[in-house]
């Protein structure tokens, strides 16, 4: 018998990396964030990718929210967090990052998306603790 691994989110996933990768031809690396953010809101209007963007994220202790919050660059879906970077190398507390997005939502998939380098790279981080 076969064991066949699924893609979590398969196709929505293709069409953000698609966007995101059409940026990255179109601009190539070396821009602020703020530039990819801007085209990327374009692109996914094109794409008919539903997103919000700049979303604030509660975050609670001990049940009780807190005045602070975290900001993700996007939702996709209304169940993809995408993080957009644009830096040389990726440091590992931009997954933690990601994973506290994860946490803080309840969501399934975070996406880090790095414009800063000459191919656009993009490594998917799955919420283990919110697995179905």
Do not use: W
């Not at 031809?25 to 070396?30: A, K, M, T, V, Y």
């Amino acid at each position: 018998m076969e064991s066949k691994t699924e893609i979590l989110y398969k196709e929505e996933s293709y069409k953000i990396i698609g966007a995101c990768m059409k940026v990255h031809r179109e601009l190539g690396s070396g821009f602020l964030e703020a530039v990819y953010d801007e085209a990327l809101k374009k692109e996914f209007m094109k794409s008919e990718i539903p997103f919000k963007s700049q979303v604030k994220l509660k975050v609670f202790y001990e049940g009780e929210q807190l005045k602070k919050y975290y900001i993700a660059d996007f939702i996709c879906y209304d169940k993809i967090i995408l993080e957009i970077k644009s830096v040389n190398q990726v440091p590992v507390v931009f997954y933690a990052q990601i994973k506290n997005y994860l946490t803080a939502t309840k969501k399934e998939l975070g996406m880090l998306i790095n414009f800063g380098q000459s191919s656009l790279t993009y490594k998917r981080i799955i919420n283990s603790n919110n697995l179905r």
